[in-house]
């Protein structure tokens, strides 16, 4: 099956292309991609515009190119750090208030905690380790570099992180910033010509995982997977509530989460094995419970055409169903289905499809797309190439899928029979943080960011939390 891979925001054409997928459904061909770019403008403390950088995404990395206006003559230390915030800050080294500390430290997408050349690969220094910036006697700066040790997309994405240029040089071995001294210009890199919405969370230990919207009351729902706290979003105003503590009965963290016909919200408890469901009110109705498990984890869930909830556990090989009635029942034992489960987030984000005849379902660990025969319970793979697969959001035959550790929202485009697909594009937006699942507004996308990995890895995450709206694409 032949893939088209896109970065960037596109549309794609409306003629019939020259490739089938299978199931024998003619894709739509894609036209040349815009390559991805980026701006930073370098600021001085006081604010004042003295430079721009420019990023722009290459087949084998980032071409990088700075100017940069009243610096001291010679080399200066520059890095790309990790938060997109050019103001004043605690820098973590000396426990004291910097210029441009706000930015934190440097960007290490590889938790390598270390400093280090900027050819040395990121599992070994910090992936936001640049070349040194060298200032002629005018006290301009020009530099123009490649990169493969931070992008514009992916895992090592760079997106609304800031670029810093430091007063000393770089000596690339000493901890945390090469002995560089003081930060002496920052600026935020910022996508070009792309916009997007924020919704912002009050609570630092928020994490949201899970996202479903109530189109009968402009709602967004969100919820905690640290603490199972349920929040209320106006998609109009952006105003948040609590919709339903966190710590209730059953539910300690909240996962997938759906709005049903009834309004009311569903959510899955992850290792606790639980599924929740709750009143438009936020009263709890009912916490149904898997069988006892030494490892559940019902990771997503999506009510179907037939009336039935499905349910899926990334540890457990079982889909699970709820009944009308409300009954929790194990509906299929994938360990007699191609399905193999392995170490890692096995099946995670499910859709049931509009004609009540399939479900599809994402495995995490190994990037597999499964189609799942509500009446036959026969299961097909419908492709691969989508590793980190979390979320899904089924919009007619076009399926979004987030991709947290990716960092980015791929879209296929699906056979009639949903049992194909090709991956049409890879979408970053303006910088995506463990993108996690996806609910619709309309014509809008809304995706969470939940910063799983840095919770994982004992790194704080970036704050406020925030729910992304954006266009289809």
């Not at 945390?176 to 935020?188: E, I, L």
Request: a positive charge; glycine letters at 14%.
């Amino acid at each position: 099956m032949k893939k088209v891979l896109l970065l960037g925001t596109l549309a794609l054409a409306g003629t019939v292309g020259g490739h089938v997928l299978a199931g024998g459904m003619e894709a739509m061909t894609a036209p040349a991609s815009t390559p991805l770019t980026a701006t930073a403008a370098l600021r001085d403390e006081a604010g004042q515009v003295l430079g721009t950088a420019t990023f722009r995404q290459m087949d084998m990395g980032v071409q990088v190119t700075v100017e940069a206006r009243g610096l001291t003559p010679g080399q200066h230390g520059m890095h790309v750090h990790e938060y997109g915030r050019c103001a004043p800050g605690v820098d973590p080294a000396t426990n004291t208030v910097v210029p441009f500390g706000a930015a934190g430290g440097h960007f290490d997408p590889g938790m390598s905690k270390n400093h280090d050349d900027p050819q040395a690969p990121n599992k070994y220094g910090h992936g936001g380790d640049a070349p040194m910036l060298t200032v002629g006697a005018d006290g301009v700066g020009r530099a123009t570099f490649m990169s493969q040790k931070f992008s514009l997309t992916g895992m090592n994405g760079v997106l609304n992180r800031s670029l810093v240029i430091h007063a000393n040089p770089d000596d690339y071995k000493t901890d945390p910033a090469g002995k560089s001294g003081t930060r002496v210009q920052c600026g935020v890199i910022r996508r070009d010509n792309f916009s997007v919405r924020d919704y912002s969370l009050p609570d630092h230990l928020a994490y949201p995982e899970g996202v479903a919207y109530d189109a009968q009351r402009g709602i967004l729902y969100t919820g905690s997977a640290t603490n199972g706290t349920v929040y209320a979003i106006n998609a109009t105003t952006g105003a948040v509530s609590k919709f339903s503590e966190g710590g209730a009965l059953g539910r300690r963290v909240a996962l997938g989460m759906k709005v049903d016909g009834q309004g009311r919200v569903w959510i899955a408890g992850g290792q606790q094995g639980t599924v929740s469901i709750l009143n438009p009110n936020g009263m709890i109705l009912r916490v149904l419970e898997t069988p006892m498990s030494p490892m559940p984890y019902l990771n997503d869930l999506t009510p179907a055409p037939d009336g039935n909830v499905y349910v899926t556990d990334s540890r457990r090989p079982v889909i699970f169903r709820v009944d009308r009635n409300l009954n929790l029942t194990a509906w299929l034992d994938l360990g007699k289905t191609p399905i193999r489960y392995g170490p890692g987030v096995n099946l995670n984000g499910i859709v049931a499809t509009p004609d009540g005849r399939f479900l599809l379902a994402m495995q995490t660990n190994t990037g597999e797309l499964w189609r799942i025969d509500l009446r036959t319970r026969a299961v097909k793979r419908v492709m691969g190439g989508l590793m980190n697969g979390d979320g899904l959001l089924l919009d007619g035959y076009t399926l979004y899928v987030a991709r947290n550790k990716d960092q980015m929202i791929s879209k296929v485009v699906l056979a009639l029979d949903y049992g194909g697909g090709t991956l049409m594009m890879e979408e970053p937006l303006t910088g995506l943080r463990f993108p996690a699942t996806l609910t619709k507004i309309g014509g809008d996308l809304v995706v969470t960011q939940p910063q799983l990995d840095r919770l994982q890895g004992g790194m704080a995450p970036e704050v406020p939390f925030r729910l992304t709206r954006f266009k289809k694409f």
